[in-house]
């Protein structure tokens, strides 16, 4: 059993900035990469930032320079730090992460129910 239960969500003025949380817990063996994505009304979820177990980061162009992606593996835990917040950031944003259970020989890939972001103009 697995869960992704994500935090920091809200509004906040454009030019504002928040810090979305998401903790993994469970029966965790290990987890590979953890990041996240986000989905506006009536377009196609994204991906927004991604860490790898390696350390590795990689970032939508949209939000190159005002995002910033960070995890505490002690934690299980992977962070959004989000800067200089414009309106088109407006969207449910959902945790993502690849673990391994314990018992198994493989990951598979794990979804947060996602936490709203709005930002007002």
Do not use: H
Request: hydrophobic content about 35%.
């Amino acid at each position: 059993q697995v869960q992704l239960v994500e935090s920091g969500g809200g509004l906040v003025q454009a030019g504002g900035s928040l810090r979305l949380s998401c903790a993994a817990s469970g029966t965790i063996f290990s987890i590979g990469a953890m990041g996240w994505y986000r989905q506006a009304p009536g377009k196609q979820r994204e991906l927004v930032a991604v860490f790898t177990s390696s350390g590795s980061t990689n970032y939508a162009d949209s939000v190159l320079g005002r995002f910033t992606v960070s995890r505490d593996n002690a934690k299980n835990t992977v962070y959004l730090q989000m800067n200089s917040l414009r309106p088109e950031d407006t969207a449910i944003y959902y945790c993502n992460a690849n673990i391994r259970r314990t018992g198994q020989t493989f990951s598979y890939t794990y979804w947060g129910q996602g936490t709203q972001v709005t930002v007002s103009s």
